[in-house]
């Protein structure tokens, strides 16, 4: 690769990041930071908030600052590690749902009955959302259980303040077993669904993303990395994750670690005895404690934990 390569392929890494702004399918689209900013005030309205509405939601301290600052870089490193190191391993989902439908073929034959467009459209956009899900939950199960993985899931713990940013501030490590994982579910979920409907088969989206997934990301889901004390009813906290649910998953109290494992369903964590509920949880205090903050206080810190 010759430096002009090198040096285009940097410039495409940080136009990617930045482009995320304008993309459906990534969680801080403009669109879905409009939806958050808008249920930021039904929180503001209703938690009786001292200030302005824009004081609180603007606060300094959450978006400048040695933390942010931190998040902010890797937003940048990772879309141009991205380019380098991710894009090649997108193949890696074709062949993988190649394969499975072939060895579907090999075992099971062609199928003798049909099953209707619409249920397999629904089933598909279900089963791919939930697998992904579950897998989401084990992958970072995996990431705090195994000490040489939580060695690069820190890196998104030591945040001390969470801005819509901090969903990037993810150890490239963790990025490469992340995407991995979404690859593998994607292939194995797709190839199924090609030998069931002999390749007749699609998903139900708006614009272009999974239905269910757009509805995660236009309600709130920006601010499971925020200050902003979104609960939901403690019923439905058994089933879907609030953000304060993810909050207190960045909890540096004890009695907090290893909780809320789950991405948008609460249901892996009840099965599995890792849920915590918001109700009576008062103040959080994020990172990893006083020591181990003071280790990850530079971004060179964190890319090299
Ligand atoms: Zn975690
Ligand atoms: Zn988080």
Redesign the pocket.
């Known amino acids: 690769m010759t430096l002009t390569e090198v040096y285009e392929k940097v410039g495409e890494g940080i136009q990617l990041s930045f482009g995320y702004f304008m993309d459906p399918n990534k969680r801080i689209f403009f669109a879905f930071l409009i939806t958050s900013f808008l249920l930021s005030y039904y929180v503001f309205r209703s938690t009786r908030v001292q200030g302005t509405f824009l004081k609180y939601v603007f606060n300094a301290k959450v978006w400048m600052g040695t933390s942010p600052s931190i998040d902010y870089c890797f937003l940048v490193f990772n879309g141009v590690f991205k380019v380098f190191a991710i894009a090649p391993l997108l193949v890696v989902g074709l062949y993988v749902s190649f394969y499975t439908k072939e060895f579907l073929l090999d075992h099971l034959g062609y199928l003798e009955f049909e099953i209707s467009e619409f249920w397999i459209v629904t089933l598909y956009t279900v089963t791919l959302f939930v697998v992904k899900d579950f897998s989401s939950y084990w992958v ?1 199960w995996l ?2 259980k195994v000490p040489f993985l939580w060695r690069f ?1 820190k890196v ?2 030591s945040a001390r303040v969470l801005n819509p940013i901090t969903q990037y501030r993810i150890h490239p490590i963790e990025l490469v077993a992340n995407n991995l994982k979404g690859l593998v579910v994607f292939g194995v979920v797709t190839g199924i669904f090609d030998f069931l409907s002999n390749g007749k088969f699609s998903i139900y989206t708006i614009f272009g993303v999974n239905v269910l997934g757009f509805l995660f990301l236009t309600l709130g889901a920006n601010l499971r990395h925020s200050h902003v004390k979104l609960k939901y009813p403690s019923w439905l906290e058994n089933y879907l994750i609030s953000p304060v649910q993810h909050q207190i ?1 960045h909890s540096d109290d004890p009695q907090h670690f290893d909780r809320n ?1 789950g991405s948008v369903l609460a249901i892996w964590d009840r099965l599995f005895g890792s849920l915590i509920k918001s109700k009576g949880i008062q103040r959080i205090r994020f990172g990893l404690g006083k020591e181990e903050n003071l280790r990850f206080s530079s971004f060179w810190r964190n890319l090299f934990p």
């Open positions: 970072h990431f705090h899931h998104h713990h998953h494992f």
